[in-house]
C-alpha cells in the first residue's frame, strides 16, 4: 500500500494528560511546511504557551495532537501496520523475546542498510526514499507509547536519542522535538538523557558531524537552529529542566586538550543558549570563564617553560596557521585519528609547540566571541544596562581570575569594558581597593587586587588623570596606615611579614613609572609636553601630598627599595632623580650590602639569622616581591583588536640614562631605556615599539 496521501486520525493514545494551554499541532498540513523557513511556530512551539504557562512550578504534559494531520507519501505501510509492529515490539520484549524489540531499536537509531540493499529491478524506485520516511511515523506511534518507556527500555530510548535527526528534513526535525518532549512527559528521570543527547551535540560544527545518507545537505546554521528550538521548547515546557541543565553544561564542556573547532563549536552554543535562558545567563558565564582561565593559565606556564628557540617554533605556527586555515583544520581532523603508537612517536618539542599554539587559538578566539557577546551592553556606557553587564564581569572577576595568579589574557575583559566610563573605573577601582584592604582575605588576594589596581591604573589609556591622582592618594593612605602599624615591630625589610605593605609601595612606583606625567600639577614654561626629554632636570610641581607618600614609605625602617622587584626599583629611581622628585641611589646602594636573611621571619624564632640550605644565600630573589602586574601588553592576534587602544605602551624618555651603555662594570644587568618597567613581563612586541 503506497497511497500518495496517508490520513492520519487520532487514534494514537496519548503520551500524557493535555496542559490548560493546548500546543499547536506536530506536525502541519504540507502547504505550511513545504518551502518556508522554518521558525519556532512552525515547529509546533507555541510561544504564547511556552512563555506564559499556567503553572511555573508543576511540568507541563505534552500531547500529540494528531487530528488533521497530513503525511505526504509517508512509506510503504499504513501508520496503523507500523503502530501494530511498535506494539508488539513492547509486548514480546515484556515477555522476554527481543527480536522484534532490536529490530526496533536498529530501525529508530535511523539504521539505513536494509533500504538500499531490497532494491531490484521489479520494485518501486520511490520504495527506499517512502522507507526512510517511515522513521517520522515511527517516532509518532513511539510516543503513544511513552508511558511504556521505563527502564526496560534503556537500549531503545538510547538508539532513539543517537538518531541523527539535524541532518534530516524539516518535518523529521519537528517530530523529533516533539518526540522528545512526550517522552519527557511521561518519564520524568529521561529529562536528563535527554538534555544530555542535545548538549552532546553542541561541539558539532561540520556538516559531516550530523549529515544523513540520502538527505539533502544541512547547513551549520539551519543544524543549530533545529539544536536550539529542541532546547528551547524541553527548557519552557519543563522549568525544572533548568537546574538540570546547569549541570549538564558543565560536564559535557569540552576537555582542555580537545581541539579548538570543538571548543569554539561549545562555546558558541552556550552564548545562544545564554540569550534564551536568563535564569542561567550568569552560571553560563561563570562557567565559560572559568574553563578559559584553565586553559590562559596551562598556556602561559608553557610559554614560561619555552626558551627563546621554542618561543619563535609558536609564533612562526601561529603565523602559518593564520595564512593557512584550511590545513589548520586538515590537521586537526589527523589529530582526532591518530593512533596512540604515533602519537607516542611525536617529538616533545613537537608536542609542546604544537599544544602551545593550540591554547593560543583557543583563547584568541573564544576571548574574541566574549567581546563581541558583551559589547551591545555597553553601547551606552553610562546607562543601567551597562552597570549590571559589568556588575557580572566584576563577579567573575573577584571569584575566578583574581584568585588565579597566572592568568594572562582572560582579566583584559574587565580592563576594556571597565574603561568605558568614569562610573565603570569608579565601580572596578572600588573593587580592588575592598579586596585589598580588608583584613579578612587572604594575603594572596590582597596583594593580586593592589597589582591590579595599580595595573589599571597605570596602563588603561582612558582612565583620566584626576582618576590617577585620586587613586595615588587612597592607596598612599592605606599605605601610611600600613607602615604605621607594622613599624612598631619592624626590626628591618621582611616580604613575609608585611607582603601588603611591599605590594602596595610596588603598586605605586609601578603607577608613578606610567603616569608621572599625571601626576605632576604644574612645569616651567620651557616644558614641551609632547617631548618627554624636556621634562628632565626641570623643577617640577608635583600635586600635594605625592611626595611626601612616597618618601615616609621609601625611608622607613621597611625599607621597600630593598624588597620590591629591582626593575621596577631602578626605573622608578631613575625617573625620580631626573624629575628631581627624590634620589634614592644612596639607599639603592646601602641596600646592596644588607642581607635580607638577617631579617627573616624564620629568624626571629631562633634569635639569629636565617639558615636555610633549601635556599642559597648569596640569592636574595627568592625573598623579594616579584613584579606581577596582570594587564601587560595584550598579544592575542585576533581578539587584540577590542583592546588595541586601551593601554598605554611604555615610552622611554631620550637621555634618561645618557652614561648607561658606556658603563660596562655595573654589577647588576641594567633595565635599558629600550626595555620594559618589569623586565620579567615584559613582550619582545612592546620593547620593539619603544625602539
Known amino acids: 500500500m ?110 539505513q542498510t536494509s533500504y538500499d540493499d531490497d532494491e531490484d529491478d521489479d520494485t518501486d524506485p520511490s520504495l527506499p526514499a517512502k522507507r526512510r520516511q517511515e522513521l517520522k511515523v515511527y517516532l509518532v506511534s513511539l510516543a503513544s507509547f511513552s508511558p511504556r518507556l521505563g527502564r526496560s527500555c534503556d537500549g531503545l530510548i538510547k538508539g532513539v536519542l543517537r538518531c541523527q535527526w539535524l541532518g534530516r528534513d524539516d518535518q523529521f526535525a519537528k517530530i523529533y522535538v516533539q518526540f522528545l518532549a512526550a517522552l519527557v512527559s511521561a518519564q520524568g528521570p529521561r529529562l536528563t538523557q535527554v538534555l544530555s543527547s542535545i548538549v552532546e551535540r553542541f561541539v558539532d560544527s561540520r556538516p559531516s558531524d550530523w549529515a544523513v545518507p540520502n538527505y539533502p545537505s544541512v547547513s551549520r546554521e539551519a543544524a543549530q537552529e533545529r539544536l536550539h528550538v529542541a532546547l528551547r521548547y524541553i527548557l519552557q515546557l519543563f522549568p525544572a529542566a533548568k537546574s538540570v541543565l546547569e549541570h549538564i553544561i ?21 552564548l545562544k543558549l545564554r540569550q534564551y535562558c536568563p535564569d ?12 578559559l582561565v584553565k586553559i590562559d593559565v596551562e598556556m602561559q606556564m608553557d610559554l614560561d617553560d619555552m626558551d627563546n628557540r621554542l618561543a619563535a617554533m609558536v609564533a612562526m605556527a601561529l603565523k602559518s596557521s593564520r595564512e593557512n586555515p584550511n590545513q589548520d583544520e586538515e590537521d586537526s581532523d589527523e ?42 551592553n555597553f553601547a551606552d556606557p553610562d546607562s543601567d544596562e551597562a552597570l549590571e553587564a559589568f556588575g557580572d564581569l566584576l563577579s567573575e572577576f573577584s571569584n575566578l581570575i583574581l584568585p588565579t595568579i597566572k592568568s594572562r589574557h582572560t582579566q583584559f575583559l574587565i580592563f576594556h569594558f571597565g574603561q568605558r566610563s568614569e562610573r565603570l573605573m569608579d565601580a572596578f577601582c572600588g573593587t580592588c581597593i575592598n579586596i585589598a584592604f580588608e583584613s579578612q582575605r587572604p594575603l594572596i588576594l590582597q596583594q593580586a587586587a593592589s597589582a591590579y589596581l595599580a595595573s589599571f591604573v597605570a596602563r588603561g589609556a582612558h582612565v583620566p588623570g584626576h582618576i590617577v591622582v585620586k587613586i595615588f592618594e587612597v592607596l598612599g593612605f592605606h599605605l601610611d596606615q600600613m607602615r604605621t602599624l607594622y613599624e612598631t615591630s619592624c626590626r628591618g625589610p621582611d616580604v613575609r611579614r608585611y607582603a601588603p605593605f611591599y605590594a602596595l609601595m610596588q603598586a605605586l612606583m609601578y603607577i608613578f613609572c606610567f603616569r608621572w606625567q599625571d601626576l605632576i600639577r604644574s612645569v616651567p614654561d620651557d616644558v614641551d609636553k609632547d617631548d618627554l626629554s624636556s621634562y628632565l632636570d626641570q623643577e617640577i610641581e608635583w600635586e600635594a601630598e605625592i611626595k611626601d607618600i612616597m618618601r615616609r614609605n621609601i625611608y622607613s625602617k621597611l625599607n621597600p627599595l630593598k624588597v620590591c622587584s629591582p626593575s621596577i626599583v631602578e626605573q622608578f629611581a631613575g625617573l625620580a632623580h631626573r624629575f628631581r622628585f ?33 635556599f642559597d644565600m648569596n640569592d636574595e630573589s627568592w625573598q623579594q616581591l616579584g613584579s606581577f602586574f596582570p594587564f601587560d601588553p595584550y598579544q592575542l592576534p585576533v581578539s587584540k583588536r577590542w583592546v588595541a587602544q586601551d593601554y598605554l605602551v611604555w615610552r622611554a624618555i631620550p637621555g634618561l640614562n645618557p652614561d648607561e651603555r658606556d658603563d660596562d662594570s655595573d654589577e647588576e644587568d641594567p633595565v635599558g631605556e629600550d626595555e620594559e618597567v618589569h623586565e620579567d613581563t615584559a613582550t619582545d612586541d612592546e620593547a620593539a615599539e619603544d625602539e
Open 2 to 111: 503506497s497511497p500518495a496521501m496517508t490520513s492520519v486520525a487520532p487514534q494514537l493514545a496519548r503520551a500524557a494528560v493535555m496542559a490548560n494551554t493546548p500546543l499547536k499541532p506536530i506536525l502541519k498540513s504540507s502547504s505550511t511546511l513545504l518551502g518556508t523557513r522554518r521558525t519556532s511556530d512552525d515547529a509546533g512551539l507555541d510561544d504564547s504557551s511556552m512563555d506564559n504557562p499556567q503553572n511555573p512550578r508543576k511540568r507541563q504534559r505534552v500531547e500529540f495532537d494528531l487530528n488533521n494531520i497530513e503525511i505526504h507519501e509517508i512509506g510503504a505501510r499504513s501508520v496503523e501496520e507500523i503502530k501494530q509492529e511498535v506494539r508488539k515490539a513492547l509486548d514480546r520484549h515484556d515477555q522476554g523475546n527481543d527480536e522484534d524489540y532490536d529490530m526496533l531499536k536498529d530501525t529508530l537509531s535511523g539504521k
Open 250 to 270: 558543565a560536564t559535557k564542556y569540552p576537555f582542555h586538550d580537545e581541539s579548538k573547532r570543538m571548543h569554539l563549536a561549545y562555546v558558541d552554543n552556550l
Open 280 to 291: 542561567l545567563r550568569a552560571e553560563i558565564m561563570d562557567l565559560i570563564i572559568s574553563r
Open 335 to 376: 589529530s582526532d585519528t591518530e593512533s596512540v603508537d604515533s602519537d607516542e612517536s611525536e617529538d616533545d618539542e613537537y608536542t609542546r609547540v604544537k599544544t602551545a599554539k593550540e591554547n593560543i587559538e583557543k583563547m584568541d578566539s573564544i576571548l574574541d566571541a566574549l567581546f563581541g557577546t558583551y559589547a551591545p
Open 582 to 614: 627624590m634620589y634614592v641611589y644612596p639607599l639603592i646602594e646601602s641596600n646592596k650590602r644588607l642581607r635580607l636573611s638577617q631579617f627573616s621571619i624564620g629568624a626571629y624564632s631562633s634569635g639569629g639569622a636565617l639558615r636555610d640550605l633549601s
